[in-house]
């Protein structure tokens, strides 16, 4: 439990928090200002301080190295006492236990910090054992080159010492390198200790410098986690030393640790400017989900698959409406992408379908190819098409589908109509000649199908279905223009004059999410779908469940996910501002924004 540290926003595994201080700290930050260390007990005996609320006290401690015998960290154990003042303990990161502080110092930092495997394990382990609201704090190992990525792992809190000890020794650190000061001819930065010239600047000087840059890449760090853009930096951050790249590709292999901290959507749009975007948390778990819980129901017509478009969403583009005056509703449209892999119509607007920008040349990768061609692979396998018509150039997307197409596994019949470039006439008359004869499904059934397929996509497989019906027992309707659809029960007597029914859920345009109102919250819950709850003690929320008021909440919640409140007095309906675990976990912090509640 914290009384003194709070989380505000979270990109992944960073957060930007509060250290509630005298003179509050935004983090992650620089320890050195306010770091009040008690001492070790190795040295002797030593007296709890009186403490205040101006420091940060780091309670009598013994410091164990990497790789000391779990049986002597336990003989030598200490016991931390209570305190009302903000308070950090020193742990190791194989023995991290609650100790009631707001910081915890992880003393064998310089041990693991250097090693991406065994960063990983470290970070994990100790995340994993201490509170969720308590900050994170590794001494001796910053500098202006690896904070990002301590930052990006989880980090809160970090000090100066070895920035300040390498301008002694002559380093000179900068964001992307190390320097010998004796190698350098000019100064590469204007900071106020390099503002002389380069006879006049000393180690002294160095030392200031390091720490001038340490601080502002922790700033630069702040304005990345507030945009919701840090991963785009580190992908290329983490290019300048070997250690930061391995680091940085084991915690992409450590999918549970950062898939549980990412948002489900987020303003911030994804930059696909590197190989290892194909292994983002928000590029994965769209293509898992559009393979394993979306479901096809335009089961009359053949698959279209097409070429993305620059213009976002894509039915906004030139090329798709051209595509559209040639499908006319008689196929089923797919887009093909990368990194996203294959984008059903229906989520087109959902993100991060329509929040990414790729770099274009016009050539694929193999890491593309292989990647787009095996989520197309298992979206084929799932769904039921009588024929695919392949509507795509060549140079990776033809090549896709002849992967694709080849696979003994596939049991359906490709057929290609590109002519050179897709949108050429002859290209567009072929697309409409392999289409003649084929059924046109309706404005009601495409809309229909939107909603159910958002359903399976945020709630789970067969949402859709339990929740608004299937094709042909549809109990619902939805008025308004896409993408701004509200969806009502079929049921005149429930709404008002002129209305269909009770509205159900509105859908959301810049996220391709549904909006639930409280009639559709309660539909929810008398579902069969999977259902995202949040139990509260017996108070009626306004504006926001915070995290105190938290008895339970399930695991699979993740922020920005659509969640039921119960509690003994109120039932809500609102969107998560905290992971599952977190919630339950936290004793401070918004855990759920509320829309609409009902005090019971």
Same mark, same amino acid.
């Given at each position: 439990?914290?009384?003194?540290? /709070?989380?505000?926003?979270?990109?992944?595994? $960073?957060?930007?928090? /509060?250290?509630?201080?005298?003179?509050?700290?935004?983090?992650?930050?620089?320890?050195?200002?306010?770091?009040?260390?008690?001492?070790?007990?190795?040295?002797?005996?030593?007296?709890?301080?009186?403490?205040?609320?101006?420091?940060?006290?780091?309670?009598?401690?013994?410091?164990?190295?990497?790789?000391?015998?779990?049986?002597?960290?336990?003989?030598? $154990?200490?016991?931390?006492?209570?305190?009302?003042?903000?308070?950090?303990?020193?742990?190791?990161?194989?023995? $991290?236990?609650?100790?009631?502080?707001?910081?915890?110092?992880?003393?064998?930092?310089?041990?693991?910090?250097?090693?991406?495997?065994?960063?990983?394990? $470290?970070?994990?382990?100790? =995340?994993?054992?201490?509170?969720?609201?308590?900050?994170?704090?590794?001494?001796?190992?910053?500098?202006?080159?690896?904070?990002?990525?301590?930052?990006?792992?989880?980090?809160?809190?970090?000090?100066?010492?070895?920035?300040?000890? =390498?301008?002694?020794?002559?380093?000179?650190?900068?964001?992307?390198?190390?320097?010998?000061?004796?190698?350098?001819?000019?100064?590469?930065?204007?900071?106020?200790?390099?503002?002389?010239?380069?006879?006049?600047?000393?180690?002294?000087?160095?030392?200031?410098?390091?720490?001038?840059?340490?601080?502002?890449?922790?700033?630069?760090?702040?304005?990345?986690?507030?945009?919701?853009?840090?991963?785009?930096? %580190? /992908?290329?951050?983490?290019?300048?030393?070997?250690?930061?790249?391995?680091?940085?590709?084991?915690?992409?292999?450590?999918?549970?640790?950062?898939?549980?901290?990412?948002?489900?959507?987020?303003?911030?749009?994804?930059?696909?400017?590197?190989?290892?975007?194909?292994?983002?948390?928000?590029?994965?778990?769209?293509?898992?989900?559009?393979?394993?819980?979306?479901?096809?129901?335009?089961?009359?017509?053949?698959?279209?698959?097409?070429?993305?478009?620059?213009?976002?969403?894509?039915?906004?583009?030139?090329?798709?409406?051209?595509?559209?005056?040639? %499908?006319?509703?008689?196929?089923?449209?797919?887009?093909?992408?990368?990194?996203?892999?294959?984008?059903?119509?229906?989520?087109?607007?959902?993100?991060?379908?329509?929040?990414?920008?790729?770099?274009?040349?016009?050539?694929?990768?193999?890491?593309?190819?292989?990647?787009?061609?095996?989520?197309?692979?298992?979206?084929?396998?799932?769904?039921?098409?009588?024929?695919?018509?392949?509507?795509?150039?060549?140079?990776?997307?033809?090549?896709?589908?002849?992967?694709?197409?080849?696979?003994?596994?596939?049991?359906?019949?490709?057929?290609?109509?590109?002519?050179?470039?897709?949108?050429?006439?002859?290209?567009?008359?072929?697309?409409?000649?392999?289409?003649?004869?084929?059924?046109?499904?309706?404005?009601?059934?495409?809309?229909?199908?939107?909603?159910?397929?958002?359903?399976?996509?945020?709630?789970?497989?067969?949402?859709?279905?339990?929740?608004?019906?299937?094709?042909?027992? &549809?109990?619902?309707?939805?008025?308004?223009?896409?993408?701004?659809?509200?969806?009502?029960?079929?049921?005149?007597?429930?709404?008002?004059?002129?209305?269909?029914?009770?509205?159900?859920?509105?859908?959301?345009?810049?996220?391709?999410?549904?909006?639930?109102?409280?009639?559709? &919250?309660?539909?929810?819950?008398?579902?069969? &779908?999977? *259902?995202?709850?949040?139990?509260?003690?017996?108070?009626?929320?306004?504006?926001?469940?915070?995290?105190?008021?938290?008895?339970?909440?399930?695991?699979? %919640?993740?922020?920005?996910?659509?969640?039921?409140?119960?509690?003994?007095?109120?039932?809500?309906?609102?969107?998560?501002?905290?992971?599952?675990?977190?919630?339950?976990?936290? *004793?401070?912090?918004?855990?759920?924004?509320?829309?609409?509640?009902?005090?019971?």
């Amino acid at each position: 439990m914290t009384d003194h540290f /709070e989380v505000h926003e979270r990109d992944g595994a $960073a957060r930007l928090g /509060e250290l509630r201080l005298t003179d509050p700290v935004t983090t992650p930050a620089l320890a050195d200002p306010f770091l009040a260390d008690s001492g070790s007990l190795w040295a002797g005996g030593r007296e709890v301080p009186d403490g205040d609320d101006g420091s940060l006290t780091v309670l009598p401690h013994r410091s164990f190295p990497a790789g000391t015998r779990e049986e002597v960290r336990e003989s030598f $154990a200490v016991d931390h006492p209570d305190a009302d003042f903000p308070t950090a303990a020193v742990v190791d990161s194989a023995g $991290a236990r609650d100790a009631g502080a707001d910081a915890y110092l992880l003393s064998d930092a310089q041990g693991f910090v250097g090693h991406g495997e065994a960063f990983r394990d $470290a970070i994990v382990s100790a =995340k994993e054992a201490l509170p969720s609201d308590t900050a994170l704090f590794l001494s001796g190992v910053a500098t202006p080159l690896n904070v990002a990525l301590l930052a990006y792992a989880g980090v809160d809190l970090v000090d100066a010492t070895l920035a300040r000890t =390498k301008g002694t020794q002559g380093m000179y650190l900068t964001a992307d390198a190390e320097h010998f000061l004796e190698d350098l001819d000019e100064l590469p930065c204007a900071c106020s200790a390099c503002a002389q010239s380069r006879d006049e600047f000393t180690r002294a000087d160095c030392a200031e410098h390091n720490v001038n840059a340490l601080r502002a890449e922790l700033r630069r760090v702040h304005e990345r986690i507030r945009s919701g853009r840090l991963r785009d930096y %580190i /992908e290329g951050q983490t290019r300048h030393e070997q250690w930061l790249t391995a680091a940085f590709r084991e915690f992409d292999d450590q999918w549970s640790y950062i898939e549980e901290r990412t948002p489900l959507m987020r303003d911030a749009e994804v930059t696909a400017a590197t190989a290892e975007t194909l292994d983002r948390v928000e590029i994965q778990r769209f293509a898992d989900r559009v393979t394993s819980r979306y479901r096809n129901r335009f089961t009359d017509q053949p698959l279209v698959l097409v070429p993305c478009s620059a213009t976002k969403p894509y039915s906004d583009s030139q090329s798709h409406r051209q595509f559209h005056d040639a %499908i006319q509703w008689r196929g089923h449209t797919v887009s093909m992408t990368s990194p996203i892999g294959v984008v059903p119509q229906e989520l087109e607007t959902t993100y991060p379908a329509q929040h990414y920008d790729a770099v274009v040349t016009g050539d694929w990768s193999e890491d593309e190819i292989g990647f787009v061609a095996e989520v197309l692979r298992r979206y084929v396998e799932r769904n039921d098409y009588s024929r695919v018509i392949a509507h795509v150039p060549d140079h990776g997307y033809r090549e896709i589908c002849e992967r694709v197409e080849g696979d003994p596994a596939v049991d359906v019949p490709f057929e290609y109509t590109c002519v050179g470039h897709p949108t050429t006439d002859e290209s567009l008359g072929e697309l409409n000649a392999a289409l003649q004869g084929e059924p046109a499904y309706s404005k009601r059934e495409r809309e229909h199908n939107t909603v159910r397929a958002l359903a399976d996509y945020l709630l789970g497989d067969g949402a859709g279905d339990d929740l608004f019906g299937g094709p042909g027992e &549809a109990d619902i309707r939805t008025t308004g223009r896409y993408p701004k659809l509200q969806v009502w029960g079929d049921d005149p007597d429930a709404g008002r004059e002129s209305e269909p029914g009770e509205q159900l859920a509105t859908m959301v345009p810049q996220y391709g999410t549904l909006s639930f109102t409280l009639a559709g &919250a309660r539909r929810w819950v008398a579902s069969d &779908a999977p *259902t995202k709850r949040i139990e509260i003690d017996p108070f009626v929320p306004h504006g926001s469940v915070l995290a105190p008021g938290v008895v339970d909440a399930d695991d699979d %919640i993740r922020v920005g996910d659509e969640v039921v409140i119960e509690g003994p007095k109120a039932f809500a309906v609102g969107r998560a501002e905290m992971s599952g675990p977190e919630m339950v976990d936290s *004793t401070r912090g918004v855990a759920s924004e509320v829309r609409h509640v009902d005090e019971t």
